[in-house]
Every structure is written in structure tokens, then in C-alpha cells.
T-cell receptor, first 117, second 114 residues
Framework: AQKITQTQPGMFVQEKEAVTLDCTYD???????LFWYKQPSSGEMIFLIY??????QNATEGRYSLNFQKARKSANLVISASQLGDSAMYFC??????????????FGKGTMLLVSP | DAGVIQSPRHEVTEMGQEVTLRCKPI?????LFWYRQTMMRGLELLIY????????DSGMPEDRFSAKMPNASFSTLKIQPSEPRDSAVYFC????????????FGQGTRLTVV
């Protein structure tokens, strides 16, 4: 079964510092996609970054990068130069085919990030 | 495209009443997901559809919950009868049926059952 684990319920970081949010996953499918979403206090789910299981290089999107370690089944999100607006809940998610053969999107429990001035 | 559209944004209802949540996915997407979000359980997948066909409804908590997708542009999630423990934010998301494209979420429906 597909599973996403985020072990950090909350993280604190000072403005302008970098922060790493942890994510490990479990799947037996060779083809899968890993995603990070941001959910600010307003409640919407905002897509941040994607990493494919066959991608050789780590994904980057502006200040976001994904530290993909396939052998360890980890997909940590790195936010560089944190900003006050980065304070939000962050979810790691995985698309994988599963038993049905149809891709379903499984989420972790999330990590609450608070950025202080 | 306007994105995934959910209605209503907020719903307050009395215990025992029927509640219907609505979702319009992004045109062209062939997968649709319903999630429930609570503080205790996080984001739970309730059901997902592919090409309007329910693929997996194992996340639907009870027989009081039902979901339909009569066509590619519309889906409903119905709770009958509603109970206070159903209070949550319900999200609809749509995507292409592939592992390498993101799912797009609606704004969610905040349901309160009193």
C-alpha cells in the first residue's frame, strides 16, 4: 500500500534562513510522482513542486527544491531564504498506481511551518 | 480555465439533514478525487473516479456517504443523514490520469453539522 510519512508536526525557522521539511514514502510501484503542496491559513491547496521517480536530478522551483533520495525513499522539501509568507501547513503527496492500476494521490499528515521575523 | 469549482463554500446544517456538495473539475481532466480534512485525521481520500467511473470508494466512512459523477464535468458528494462528526472541510481535486502531473484542488467546502 502507498504511504507517506511526515514526522515533523511543526517547524520553526527565522526569516531568511533555509529549512528542510522531511518526507518519506512507501510504494512498490516503480513509477510514481512526488509532490509538495502548501496550505496557508486561508485553506487553499497550492501546488509547489514535483519529482518523478525516474528523474535523475532533484527538482527545483524558485526557492523550493526537492531533495530526492530514491534508495532511502525520501523526498524532503528545502525552502531557501524563508519569508514570513511561507508560514503555512506543508503536505507531501505521492501519485502511484496501486492495486487498482489507477493513480491515486496519497497525502502525509503535514508539517506546520512558522517563520519568525 | 477557472480551475476546480466547488459549491457551496460554507454549509451549516442540522444533524439528520441531507447535505450535497458539488464539484466541477477542470475541463479535460479524467481523474477526480474527494478528500475530507480534519485536524485529527488530516487529509483523507474518500473516493476517486476515473473517466466518471468510481475506482476506489474504500475511504468512504459509512453508508451515509455517497458520491456520483454523472458526466465529466460534474460530481456530487452526499451525506444523508448528516452527523456532527461529519463536520470538516471537503476538497475536490482533479487531474490527468498519470503519475507526473499535479492534482488541482478546489477551494473546499467547510461543512458544519450542528
Amino acid at each position: 500500500a502507498q504511504k507517506i510519512t511526515q514526522t515533523q508536526p511543526g517547524m520553526f525557522v527565522q526569516e531568511k534562513e533555509a529549512v528542510t521539511l522531511d518526507c518519506t514514502y512507501d510504494t512498490s510501484d516503480p513509477s510514481y510522482g512526488l509532490f509538495w503542496y502548501k496550505q496557508p491559513s486561508s485553506g487553499e491547496m497550492i501546488f509547489l513542486i514535483y519529482q518523478g521517480s525516474y528523474d535523475q536530478q532533484n527538482a527545483t522551483e524558485g526557492r523550493y527544491s526537492l531533495n530526492f533520495q530514491k534508495a532511502r525513499k525520501s523526498a524532503n522539501l528545502v525552502i531557501s531564504a524563508s519569508q514570513l509568507g511561507d508560514s503555512a501547513m506543508y503536505f507531501c503527496a505521492m501519485f502511484s498506481p496501486g492495486n487498482s492500476g489507477y493513480s491515486t494521490l496519497t497525502f502525509g499528515k503535514g508539517t506546520m511551518l512558522l517563520v519568525s521575523p | 480555465d477557472a480551475g476546480v469549482i466547488q459549491s457551496p463554500r460554507h454549509e451549516v446544517t442540522e444533524m439528520g439533514q441531507e447535505v450535497t456538495l458539488r464539484c466541477k473539475p477542470i475541463s479535460g481532466h479524467n481523474s477526480l478525487f474527494w478528500y475530507r480534512q480534519t485536524m485529527m485525521r488530516g487529509l483523507e481520500l474518500l473516493i476517486y473516479f476515473n473517466n466518471n467511473v468510481p475506482i476506489d470508494d474504500s475511504g468512504m466512512p459509512e453508508d451515509r456517504f455517497s458520491a456520483k459523477m454523472p458526466n465529466a464535468s460534474f460530481s456530487t458528494l452526499k451525506i444523508q443523514p448528516s452527523e456532527p462528526r461529519d463536520s470538516a472541510v471537503y476538497f475536490c481535486a482533479s487531474s490527468f490520469q498519470t503519475v507526473n502531473t499535479e492534482a488541482f484542488f478546489g477551494q473546499g467546502t467547510r461543512l458544519t453539522v450542528v
